[in-house]
């Protein structure tokens, strides 16, 4: 079976302090691909990144970076200095083979001015 | 490129009707995917297609049923509609060869 937890329902910050979203996930499939989307109040869910099972390697991109630790099975997600742009709903999702994606119940994030 | 496209955005049903969503991917995108958000049981997943053939259901009732065209542009129905299936309808589609997933804006649908 699959599944992702995102165990923090809604963050908080004040704009400009770092944000980190956690993400535990579970399968048994060796090869298996992680992502982040980001849903704003429009409603659309917006690809973030992708990573697959065979590359640890942490990546930054801008003010977002993501550290994937297999031996946890966590891939969380850091914003730097954070901004009210980026207030959204951040979901997490899993995909093994043909599988649908696996999605977790979501962060609400609220940047504060 | 545009984006994957939606129609209608809202929608309100009265119970017992039916309904047609449509979806238009990313151009040179053949795979489409469907999936349900409602605030109680977040995002899950209904079905994919591939090249008009549907390659994944999830856990829905027969209520809910989809299709695919030559031109990859998909549709999905639900008939007898239930209070229930209020929820934000999204629209996914795939590039060849990669597994990432780019959604659509999503149709809202209220059943009164």
Request: aromatic content about 12%; hydrophobic content about 30%.
């Amino acid at each position: 079976a699959q599944k992702v937890t995102q165990a923090q329902t809604e963050i908080s910050v004040v704009e400009k302090e770092d944000v980190t979203l956690d993400c535990v996930y579970e399968t048994r499939d060796t090869t298996y691909y992680l992502f982040w989307y980001k849903q704003p109040p429009s409603g659309e869910l917006v690809f973030l990144i992708r990573r697959n099972s065979f590359d640890e390697q942490n990546e930054i991109s801008g003010r977002y970076s993501w550290n994937f630790q297999k031996s946890t099975s966590s891939f969380n997600f850091t914003i730097t200095a954070s901004q009210v742009v980026d207030s959204a709903v951040y979901f997490c999702a899993l995909r093994t083979g043909r599988r649908a994606l696996t999605f977790g119940s979501g962060t609400r994030l609220q940047v504060q001015p | 490129k545009a984006g994957v496209t939606q129609t209608p955005r809202y929608l309100i049903k009265t119970r017992g009707q039916q309904v047609t969503l449509s979806c238009s991917p990313i151009s040179g995108h053949r795979s489409v995917s469907w999936y349900q958000q409602t605030p109680g049981q977040g995002l899950q997943f209904l079905f994919e297609y591939f090249s008009e053939t549907q390659r994944n259901k999830g856990n829905f009732p027969g209520r809910f049923s989809g299709r695919q065209f030559s031109n990859s542009r998909s549709e999905m129905n639900v008939s007898t509609l239930e209070l229930g299936d209020s929820a934000l309808y999204l629209c996914a589609s795939s590039p060849p060869a990669t597994d990432t997933q780019y959604f659509g804006p999503g149709t809202r649908l209220t059943v009164l």
